[in-house]
């Protein structure tokens, strides 16, 4: 069965500092892969979306940036976080087929 | 490309009575059709999809989903409203080699 891990589970960060969380998914191979950011009292809003490695597509500028070593690895990157970076990301993964998806755990991200 | 338009950010029901979520979607072609569920403070978790077949889709936790291509929509009900239900649900479209997408989130309340 697929499973997807996503770490660490809750980060705190100073403003200025860098970022780098990890997605990894198993179970499927060339899967789509998407980072969503959940902001307080706020919806998803996808961030970046990926069909293959090295292949990203960036849904809102800003401030992070999004990377896809490997077939079943997304990294979320930023060099300097900004206060309103802060949220509840969610990485997630469907099959080109289309018929599923699903969500990893997550990584709440308070920067103070 | 696709897009999913969850009508009602805010949506407030009494125990016991009719549950209706609305979401509507655009693709053009076929779409796979999803709902998700967010209980506070966790991950999202699928809670029922359409991809082929009977249009009544039958979820978890006594909730259903009807695909009416005529009316593009993929509305969420549940006949009676548990205390338990309160929680935030998306609706989400995809398409075999398309990207999943999702809608912004309508937070259910249910009133004793």
């Given at each position: 069965s697929q499973t997807i891990h996503q770490w660490p589970?809750?980060?705190?960060?100073?403003?200025?500092?860098?970022?780098?969380?990890?997605?990894?998914?198993?179970?499927?191979?060339?899967?789509?892969?998407?980072?969503y950011r959940q902001a307080a009292g706020r919806g998803l809003q996808l961030l970046f979306y990926s069909v293959g490695i090295g292949q990203i597509s960036s849904e809102v500028?800003?401030?992070?940036?999004?990377?896809?070593?490997?077939?079943?690895?997304?990294?979320l990157s930023s060099k300097k976080l900004l206060l309103s970076d802060s949220g509840f990301y969610?990485?997630?993964?469907?099959?080109t087929s289309g018929r599923n998806g699903y969500f990893g755990p997550g990584t709440r991200l308070t920067v103070l | 490309a696709q897009s999913v338009t969850q009508l009602g950010s805010h949506v407030s029901v009494s125990e016991g009575a009719l549950?209706?979520?609305?979401?509507?979607?655009?693709s053009s072609v076929p779409p796979y059709l999803f709902w998700y569920v967010q209980y506070p403070n966790q991950g999202l978790q699928l809670?029922?999809?359409?991809?082929?077949?009977?249009?009544?889709?039958?979820?978890?936790?006594?909730?259903?989903?009807?695909?009416?291509?005529?009316?593009?929509?993929?509305?969420?009900?549940?006949?009676?409203?548990?205390?338990?239900?309160?929680?935030?649900?998306?609706?989400?479209?995809s398409a075999p080699g398309n990207d999943m997408r999702f809608g912004a989130g309508t937070r259910l309340t249910v009133k004793p």
């Amino acid at each position: 069965s697929q499973t997807i891990h996503q770490w660490p589970a809750t980060l705190v960060q100073p403003v200025g500092s860098p970022l780098s969380l990890e997605c990894t998914v198993e179970g499927t191979s060339n899967p789509n892969l998407y980072w969503y950011r959940q902001a307080a009292g706020r919806g998803l809003q996808l961030l970046f979306y990926s069909v293959g490695i090295g292949q990203i597509s960036s849904e809102v500028p800003q401030n992070l940036s999004a990377s896809r070593p490997q077939d079943r690895q997304f990294i979320l990157s930023s060099k300097k976080l900004l206060l309103s970076d802060s949220g509840f990301y969610l990485c997630a993964w469907s099959g080109t087929s289309g018929r599923n998806g699903y969500f990893g755990p997550g990584t709440r991200l308070t920067v103070l | 490309a696709q897009s999913v338009t969850q009508l009602g950010s805010h949506v407030s029901v009494s125990e016991g009575a009719l549950v209706l979520l609305r979401c509507n979607y655009s693709s053009s072609v076929p779409p796979y059709l999803f709902w998700y569920v967010q209980y506070p403070n966790q991950g999202l978790q699928l809670l029922l999809k359409y991809t082929t077949g009977a249009t009544l889709v039958k979820g978890i936790n006594g909730f259903e989903a009807e695909f009416k291509k005529s009316e593009t929509s993929f509305h969420l009900t549940k006949p009676s409203a548990h205390m338990s239900d309160a929680a935030e649900y998306f609706c989400a479209v995809s398409a075999p080699g398309n990207d999943m997408r999702f809608g912004a989130g309508t937070r259910l309340t249910v009133k004793p």
